[in-house]
C-alpha cells in the first residue's frame, strides 16, 4: 500500500489523486475534503493540518506546493524530490499552536529495499497574514522494525507477518 512518490529514470512524478481516495495524510477523510483544497490554494487552519498536506505534497510529488508552504526565510531556492522515498504512512505524535507559532512532531514511514524506515521530526510553525508556513525542524532517521504480530508499516491493515515480512 505504499505509494510510490517517483518513477524510475529520475525526477518526481505528479501523482494523479482521485479526490474521492482516502488522503495519503492518514487522516481518515478523502483527499478532495482534506488536502487536495489546501494543494489548490486553500490556507490550513492548523500547523497539523499543513503539515499533513505537505506529507501528502511528498506523496504526490507537489513540489511547487510544498515551496509555497515553506516559510520564506528558510525556504530552499530549489526542491528536488527525484530521490523521494516511497512513502508508506504518516504518525501525527503530537500538534500544538499558541497564537502565530506552532510544533508538529510526526514520524513519516518509508519503504526500504528490505524493510521500512521513517523520518521522524519536531517541525516548527509560523502563520502570517492568515497562511501557516513550515519554518524548519530537524530530521532524524532510522529503520523500522515492526514485530511479527504488529500491523504491517505498509498500511494494508494486515499483521506484518502476513503481509510485506
Keep these: 500500500m505504499c505509494l510510490p512518490s517517483h518513477h524510475g529514470g529520475g ?18 477523510a478523502a483527499y478532495g475534503d482534506c488536502c487536495q483544497p489546501l494543494h489548490q490554494g486553500q490556507p490550513a487552519v492548523s500547523p497539523e493540518a ?33 530521490d523521494s522515498p516511497d512513502w508508506c504512512g504518516l504518525q501525527v505524535l503530537s500538534a500544538d499552536s499558541q497564537g502565530d507559532v506552532g510544533r508538529v512532531h510526526f514520524r513519516a514511514l518509508y519503504r526500504l529495499p528490505g524493510g521500512f524506515g521513517y523520518l521522524e521530526e519536531a517541525s516548527d510553525f509560523r ?18 522494525k515492526p514485530g511479527r504480530n504488529d500491523p504491517c508499516p505498509c498500511g494494508s491493515g494486515r499483521k506484518f507477518k502476513a503481509c510485506c515480512r
Design 50 to 82: 499543513l503539515m499533513r498536506s505537505r506529507y501528502c505534497g511528498f506523496v504526490l510529488g507537489l513540489s511547487d506546493y510544498l515551496q509555497r508552504s515553506w516559510h520564506p526565510d528558510t525556504r530552499p531556492a530549489q526542491l528536488d524530490l527525484a
Design 11 to 28: 525526477g518526481a512524478a505528479l501523482m494523479a489523486m482521485p479526490a474521492s481516495a482516502d488522503c495519503p495524510c492518514g487522516s481518515g
Design 127 to 144: 502563520r502570517q497574514q492568515g497562511h501557516w508556513f513550515y519554518l524548519s525542524g530537524t530530521p532524524h532517521e532510522g529503520v523500522l
